[in-house]
């Protein structure tokens, strides 16, 4: 029987940017997520996030789902612009209410807030005046922001979460350009992947020095690659992809050193004397955010990595049981293979899987039994439910996994995909605002109440109420 202790947390996760909307209320600054969205031919998405979920106006509403859920945890992200509007300074009052607001509500509901301090929306401050994480004053600048954070809840919140996906916040949006801010440069990729590590360890400090008894941990991605073809040239190139991909981040956080891939060339981490000490800062826990795995092929001509990774497949294979509507692979075995090199390589770690999910094309329709509506959206059961196996198999192989995370509690906006792809356990219609708990937030109750996965992997047949 695959049952879950009682300690383990059951949780789902969200992020400011993607869900708060109301960009310009109560003193928010605008972040480069505000400047990308904004440029000429962003139109769709401009006015997808400035609504959003609407979730700074109906948090209440959100906090009320999440407690119906029976989550053990909800994980949120603090806007720093909300905070500190240029991104240095004394705290903006209202925006630090509106969390506390949001910790209270949460804790009313014996759900344990695990906020993150950053996720992805930079105030544009800092992006405009020194280049963001590419300078490395901006390190210092996180520190302050969250020693604030961290004295105004630290005397409700224990569980923080410094930095969300280090290396998908650098390569997308400074190496491809293709989330904020919009850089495209070699040079500029390794510089904001270091400098937010650096963040990262000088606010481990701060949170434990303003909050007594935190427990502190960072999410990271991990995306497995392996080689396209049974090659020595393709296993070299998956070898470098996994070094630049995720090496690049779990490699000074938990051995206090880049993998040797990474600074052989000529482009490398901007390391200073005392930085990996200050990186490697011991954690209570990592996050580990899993979503699919890549393949690799050797490509000469593609900097750093030598290694195609997007090549294999085309992305817009329409969607099926094994392929979401991401065009991302349906590969669980991966979260097996994850959790076994964090057990063998990095010293078996106390972990949180902080985001899994997966996005389908749902839609809401009228159950004929009940007159109410339905999101019946059976691959995303089946998803969670096969995801969850991976992990109850990792923790009987010796994985000391403490928690899981659904990504998302409702439906967002995702990037540069705006309104377009849906996660949420949580039906939104981005019209009427109104929501929807569908059949997989359901079944994710289900499980939580009774903590086994075998006994809570069928699928309701009952219909949902409107929240």
Not at 173 to 180: D, M, S
């Amino acid at each position: 029987m695959d049952r879950f202790s009682d300690g383990f947390l059951f949780g789902a996760s969200s992020s400011a940017f993607q869900i708060e909307g109301s960009l310009d209320r109560d003193g928010r600054g605008p972040s480069v997520w505000d400047a990308f969205i904004a440029r000429p031919g962003r139109e769709r998405l401009r006015s997808d996030a400035a609504t959003a979920c609407d979730h700074y106006a109906r948090w209440a509403d959100d906090v009320a789902i999440a407690g119906e859920l029976g989550l053990d945890a909800y994980r949120f992200s603090v806007s720093w612009p909300r905070i500190q509007p240029d991104g240095r300074g004394e705290p903006n009052r209202a925006g630090l209410d509106f969390y506390s607001r949001l910790v209270d509500g949460l804790l009313e509901r014996d759900v344990r807030p695990f906020p993150t301090l950053f996720h992805w929306d930079l105030p544009l401050a800092l992006q405009r005046d020194s280049g963001g994480f590419r300078d490395r004053d901006t390190a210092a600048r996180f520190e302050d922001y969250a020693g604030i954070v961290a004295r105004a809840l630290g005397d409700r919140v224990k569980d923080w979460i410094t930095i969300n996906e280090p290396f998908e916040y650098a390569c997308f949006g400074h190496l491809f350009g293709t989330h904020a801010p919009g850089v495209k440069s070699p040079l500029a990729y390794l510089q904001v992947v270091h400098h937010q590590l650096l963040a990262h360890g000088r606010a481990v400090s701060a949170i434990r020095s303003e909050a007594a008894g935190a427990r502190v941990g960072i999410a990271l991605s991990w995306t497995p690659v392996h080689p396209l073809r049974d090659t020595e040239a393709d296993e070299k190139a998956a070898a470098r992809a996994n070094a630049f991909m995720n090496g690049v981040s779990f490699d000074p956080i938990l051995l206090g050193r880049y993998p040797a891939l990474v600074t052989r060339g000529l482009l490398r981490p901007p390391v200073r004397d005392g930085d990996f000490e200050t990186i490697s800062t011991p954690l209570d826990f990592v996050g580990l955010n899993y979503y699919s795995r890549e393949k690799a092929r050797n490509a000469p001509l593609v900097p750093f990595i030598r290694a195609d990774v997007t090549g294999k497949e085309p992305r817009e294979l329409p969607e099926s049981d094994d392929r979401t509507a991401m065009g991302w692979e349906v590969y669980h075995r991966g979260l097996v293979e994850i959790l076994a090199e964090l057990r063998g390589r990095y010293g078996n770690p106390p972990v949180i899987v902080t985001e899994f999910g997966s996005a389908w094309s749902d839609s809401v329709e009228t159950d004929a039994a009940t007159g109410r509506a339905r999101v019946g959206d059976t691959r995303r059961v089946r998803y969670l439910r096969d995801a969850l196996a991976a992990m109850r198999s990792a923790i009987e192989a010796g994985s000391d996994l403490r928690g899981a995370f659904v990504w998302s509690l409702t439906d967002n906006f995702e990037w540069a995909e705006g309104n377009a792809k849906r996660f949420g356990l949580v039906h939104v219609d981005y019209g009427t605002q109104a929501r929807t708990v569908k059949d997989s937030g359901r079944w994710y109750a289900g499980l939580i109440a009774s903590r086994v996965l075998d006994a809570s992997s069928r699928v309701l047949e009952t219909g949902s109420e409107d929240t």
